[in-house]
T-cell receptor, first 118, second 111 residues
Framework: DAGVIQSPRHEVTEMGQEVTLRCKPI?????LFWYRQTMMRGLELLIY????????DSGMPEDRFSAKMPNASFSTLKIQPSEPRDSAVYFC????????????????FGDGTRLSIL | AQSVAQPEDQVNVAEGNPLTVKCTYS??????LFWYVQYPNRGLQFLLK??????LVKGSYGFEAEFNKSQTSFHLKKPSALVSDSALYFC?????????FGSGTRLLVRP
């Protein structure tokens, strides 16, 4: 399997622009997670989906952030308008709940999108 | 609330020496615990997990972790460190279908 695929790997844009990050989870996985990593705040969970439905978005910092999962093989994280403090590495991860329908299976991470807002 | 703590920001060891990266947890009920490693410009990679059973869990790349219920700890260990083990290590606890990560510990293995 190709693993979790994120695009783009790097994004540099100016403040105020719309940014869209993309994620393709591992085929067959039913959970998808979006994280943000910064030096100051470490690794933060932004939102996660189960079977394409958003379950918990309490980590989304502001209304400028939105995430969608239109189907089992694709998710987007959008920032509009972007601000310099949004600069971070954004990770997508997916996991399979398993035969016991429990979520404690390992999450598989993509290599992230390094976002720089000027 | 479920949480994990990694008390050391950085651990330095010499190649060939044993290494320990510490993690303590706070959970209600039985803990499900994980270790991940992050290399530069890469995502987190799963190393090992404890769900139940033997307190010594073996994982990838020769790593193992010891679950200690009385001390609420889940320390990561390796008998002989390699320079290539230098990376950022995260401990995590499972909680309601998501993982709660610690702040991470940077491991530096010097030749």
């Amino acid at each position: 399997d190709a693993g979790v695929i994120q695009s783009p790997r790097h994004e540099v844009t100016e403040m105020g622009q719309e940014v869209t990050l993309r994620c393709k989870p591992i085929s067959g996985h039913d959970y998808l997670f979006w994280y943000r990593q910064t030096m100051m705040r470490g690794l933060e969970l932004l939102i996660y989906f189960n079977n394409n439905v958003p379950i918990d978005d309490s980590g989304m910092p502001e209304d400028r952030f939105s995430a969608k999962m239109p189907n089992a093989s694709f998710s987007t994280l959008k920032i509009q308008p972007s601000e310099p403090r949004d600069s971070a590495v954004y990770f997508c991860a997916s996991s399979f709940s398993g035969l016991l329908m429990m979520g404690n299976q390992p999450q598989h991470f993509g290599d992230g999108t390094r976002l720089s807002i000027l | 609330a479920q949480s994990v703590a990694q008390p050391e920001d950085q651990v330095n060891v010499a190649e060939g020496n044993p290494l320990t990266v510490k993690c303590t947890y706070s959970v209600s009920g039985n803990p499900y615990l994980f270790w991940y490693v992050q290399y530069p410009n890469r995502g987190l990679q799963f190393l090992l997990k404890y769900i139940t059973g033997d307190n010594l869990v073996k994982g990838s790349y020769g790593f193992e972790a010891e679950f200690n219920k009385s001390q609420t700890s889940f320390h990561l260990k390796k008998p002989s460190a390699l320079v290539s083990d230098s990376a950022l290590y995260f401990c995590a606890v499972y909680s309601s279908y998501k993982l709660i990560f610690g702040s991470g510990t940077r491991l530096l293995v010097r030749p």
